[in-house]
């Protein structure tokens, strides 16, 4: 499933960033963990390749795909 997500941290060890979709609310919902390091702010495209308790892990989908 592809969706997009507004990139809110980086990390600064892994190569992982932290986002939201548009239907996550800050405090409440889940977050979407991105196996990349993104510039936050960005609102990037991804596609959703598991699932935790609470959490979407994804990967970002490249520009043109």
């Known amino acids: 499933t592809q969706s997009k997500a507004t990139?809110?941290?980086?990390s600064t060890g892994?190569?992982?960033s932290i986002g939201r979709t548009y239907r996550d609310a800050p405090e409440v919902d889940g977050l979407v963990v991105v196996r990349s390091?993104?510039?936050v702010g960005q609102i990037a495209r991804v596609r959703v390749t598991g699932a935790m308790a609470y959490d979407l892990i994804?990967?970002?989908?490249?520009?043109?795909a």
């Open 37 to 39: 390091r993104l510039p």
């Open 7 to 10: 990139i809110a941290s980086t």
């Open 14 to 16: 892994e190569p992982v």
């Open 58 to 64: 994804a990967e970002p989908v490249p520009e043109g």
